[in-house]
């Protein structure tokens, strides 16, 4: 099984600032990597496909790279809807499709 | 607009079995697949399985795999989620998701989460 981590756990930001979160493989995944959006209550949110496409919809200020172990997403600038948590996952050949643990943004 | 409707939330007792069911509308039911996560309270995403609705295929994460059956119908463009045995720890909300191709398969509509809770 493929186990996620991502960091920091929490990310303490300002509207305006710019956010970076990472997350890391324990084995290549090439660039079969997602990043979901969770705000409280509600279901998850596609938001980067393919380590680096944003889906339907999705801010032009949300921007996903990286291939292999290492990802990364970063929101240019926030805005107040973004405080959130964040999650990776791997979507590679084979299930299981793990998730990550989880970034949450919060408001500094 | 792609809508995925699940059915409402549930009280079980331990040992009982639960089924849930996720209505699909607005796209094509069998050119995607199905994906099923469930979250228990304040922790992460857990991807349980999917199912192909075209093929009834299906793969099941290996701790759910004794436990969980997901089957479709077709004729209502509806997935279920069933899961037996039902313990403390699988009180959880849990979603259906379909799983659209774009270089890989991802979850990009998701359903509005069923509830279920365990306890004796």
């Known amino acids: 099984e493929i186990v996620l981590t991502q960091s920091p756990a929490t990310l303490s930001l300002s509207p305006g600032e710019r956010a970076t979160l990472s997350c890391r493989t324990s084995?290549?995944?090439?660039?079969?990597l997602a990043w979901y959006q969770q705000k409280p209550g509600q279901a998850p949110r596609l938001l980067i496909y393919d380590a680096s496409s944003r889906a339907t919809g999705i801010p032009a200020r949300f921007s996903g790279s990286g291939s292999g172990t290492d990802f990364t997403l970063t929101i240019s600038s926030l805005e107040p809807e973004d405080f959130a948590v964040y999650y990776c996952?791997?979507?590679?050949?084979?299930?299981?499709?793990?998730f990550g643990p989880g970034t949450k943004v919060d408001i500094k | 607009q792609v809508q995925l409707v699940q059915s409402g939330a549930e009280v079980k007792k331990p040992g009982a079995s639960v089924k849930v069911s996720c209505k699909a509308s607005?796209?094509?039911?069998?050119?995607?697949?199905i994906s099923w996560v469930r979250q228990a309270p304040g922790q992460g995403l857990e991807w349980m399985g999917w199912?192909?609705?075209?093929?009834?295929?299906?793969n099941y994460e290996q701790k759910f795999q004794d436990r969980v059956t997901m089957t479709t119908d077709t004729s209502t463009s509806t997935s279920y989620m069933e899961l037996r045995s039902l313990r403390s720890d699988d009180t959880a909300m849990y979603y259906c998701a379909r799983d659209g191709y774009n270089n890989g398969w991802y979850s990009d509509y998701w359903g509005q989460g069923t509830l279920i809770t365990v306890s004796s």
């Open positions: 199912i192909n609705p075209y093929s009834g295929n299906t």
């Open positions: 996952q791997q979507r590679s050949n084979w299930p299981p499709f793990t």
């Open positions: 607005g796209y094509s039911f069998t050119n995607s697949l």
């Open positions: 084995q290549s995944v090439s660039s079969n």
